[in-house]
């Protein structure tokens, strides 16, 4: 944060400036490297909020990590702008992971389950996640009684579930899977100890099924058997 | 990046680990800090490319930058993504600066200027690129008969310019620079020397023309003469 | 359809003009009266197919339907397109019903059902009657394996359900819902016979619902004891 | 509209099983051929406006007209919604004119012109209006002052001209202009005479400029002369 008294902007710039300085003096190759092009292994889906800056907390560099950042890390099966990051990602970039990453004490949880109109574009973009607080509202009260903020971070768990059922639904993200193995990852940011913790969700999921589960079941009629959506993975494929 | 033969996204979990760790023993209050809430003073609207990840190049925190980031940075007036992002950070965290960024060596302006389909959705996402490139087509063939790369960094700085004019027809970000002052920036991140330079655009663009001309001249009839969009101003708004 | 030879735009110009004059003639007031203002009583959802104009098929007249029309009659919670007529509709016109209507012989269900890759917008635009193909499944190949056709007609109407659930988690819709009675209907339009059939979808499962469950808990508080979204009408909210 | 004390819904169905009796009873064979496909010759892209059936005011048939239709016909370049319906028709289908129309006596250049905010994603959806205000300020002022309604008029008809810029700049359609003749067209229905007006713009426009440039062929192909767009064709493109 800027020093109290100066621009944030002015400040910023002046960050920026001391931050290439030094870095061009650590590795003095390094910016030359970075115009060569990227391959990041990554692709991070997470949340706008100031506090989830990905490479950071991730303790990564530049060019690792291909990144779409938006309100609450909603996963919307129609958004344009969501499919052509994946798009760019999987089919030109070839990543190897989707990460979604949610966090604990997120804004939209917040005011999904305080239930107010929070303005015209919000409201819309919130709709998905307002459906999921309704589909729990059993479980969200009891949870909300006890402990409020507990409630918040359930809800931003299932909103993480839910955009990964959504990611699995998506045409290029099939392909990649069935075709080269690309692994999609359902996470969770918690603040309170910079952690992020692996849901277990998306392809580990649909791996845990197997064994259980030998039978495709129509929803994906992929090329290799260890592609089948069995056990939970088909579950979470069907609750899209 | 992951060293060879390992995973990068368990890669990616141990050095979060390790980021936390160090964090925390570095500063034993920052976590508890951050779960306190958010107050970011700049919205960061970037490109997905994995080499500008904003709070690193710019040397800040956790807690500093609001970020949305999508292919090619492009804002599209319309895109409910952006949106929504745009309505949170300027009407609900009451940000100071909104800072549009582009960057040299991007994919964007590559796809468009080599004139490939680079398919379907992303085909559509970039058509604000094309139109771009073809109302500029006699500066872009001009600079790219001597040096392709140079007509690369060109369209993305008029991406930007094109994106800050957006901006600035946005309701609430109208509102927010009329009522309090917020600042709109264009800016182009500069790959081969790792700096972030300011175009110069938006309310600063404003500001200059305020003296040259004195009207408001119908565009936006603020409550403050500092408001008027004269001057060249006036022109950005027009040229949408 | 304009006959062999002739310009179809050109036929539809002279086809406008013999309307207009007609119209005209049979009932002198008609323009003046049009260009006084619109108050229609119906919000029609419907599909792009040629065949199914809302107007004509409901042997209406201009003034009396308020339109939207996309591919496949989706309803996506979060496009800007369909949540700007709606919030139009509902919020500015009043309207009193908003009709939801898929219709058989759709060229959505067939793509999806037949499992090719539609090309790139389509792909993504399909991705939710994609999911819904998928969560139904074992019903639809057990239907599929007897008549195709009537594979296509159930997805069709499958997704009219699941367009109905979206619509009655709209904020806007909820609320004029809850403080106007407007109703929300979902309907097919069957080509064989030309009849839009009401599936009892939307506020109508809602009343019917009312007298099993008297206790909402936390879905929509309304101010009306008999718009809880009880018994069915729960169900068809949580399973969005 | 249906008569005092009846429900319009109740009304509706009564009076399409109406329609169906008598087109059936006139024409034995409608039905069957319309289960049979469609092959629709025209694109309509239009308002959602009531008063604008497309195929009533034409005074075409079911299966003439494929239909996209959404609050003041804004052909914004990366709706998703826009862009499938577009990739349907030209694609698929195979239409032979795309059809632009908006019409006198528009709710959305009357908001606009107002310069109410009115409602969140309408503010969102009408910006690129809003931003095409600005651009003609001076000459929309100067009619307004004689007349609002025709300045109200003048914008919906502005409105057109830049739609039909942005179809013109769509992958979809440029391919089809340049492979088969695609025609595309921007209209304007005057409900004061139920006349729609050729406007003369999109692909006629760029046929009129040819004369002067004596290839048109393809559009876009390269980085030379043969890339303008014909006389004022051209200029069309550049004012995007």
Redesign the interface.
């Known amino acids: ?2 020093p109290p008294g100066q621009d ?2 002015v400040y ?2 002046s ?6 300085g030094y ?2 003096h650590q590795n003095p190759d ?3 490297r ?2 060569s ?2 391959a ?3 692709l991070w889906l997470g949340c ?24 609450a890390n ?1 996963i ?10 994946i ?3 999987v ?2 970039l070839r990543v ?2 989707v ?1 979604l990453c949610g966090h ?2 997120c ?1 939209g949880p917040t005011a999904v389950l305080g ?1 107010a ?9 919130l ?2 996640m ?3 607080r ?2 729990h ?2 479980e969200l ?1 009891s949870i909300s009684s006890e402990d409020k903020q507990r409630a918040v971070n359930r809800l931003a768990e299932l909103n993480v579930e839910a955009g990964v ?2 990611l699995m ?3 290029a993200i099939r392909e990649a899977v069935r075709d080269r193995g690309l ?1 999609v ?1 359902g996470t969770l940011f918690d ?6 913790r ?1 849901l277990g969700l998306g392809t580990a999921k649909m791996d845990k099924g197997r064994g259980a589960v030998p039978e495709v ?5 992929g090329r290799h058997a260890q592609l089948v959506f069995g056990g939970d993975g088909a579950a979470g ?4």
Chains 1, 2, 3, 4 share one sequence.
């Not at 990905?54 to 950042?69: A, N, S």
């Not at 919307?76 to 990051?85: L, M, Q």
């Not at 603040?191 to 992020?196: D, E, F, K, L, Q």
């Open positions: 944060m800027a944030p902007f910023a710039l960050s920026n400036s001391a931050w290439a870095k061009g390094f910016f030359s970075l115009t092009g990227q990041p292994d990554i706008s909020d100031s506090r989830c800056p990905e490479t950071t907390i991730l303790g990564l560099q530049p060019g690792d990590v291909f990144v779409h950042r938006n309100i909603i919307s099966p129609t958004d344009i702008n969501t499919a052509a990051v798009e760019y990602a089919v030109q190897k992971h990460v604990t004490v804004g239930d109109s929070v303005g015209g574009v919000l409201d819309i973009w709709t998905p307002r459906a999921l309704d589909a509202a059993e009260d059922r959504v639904a998506n045409a692994q990852h603040m309170a100890t910079g952690r992020v692996d079941g129509g929803v994906v009629r494929m069907r609750a899209f």
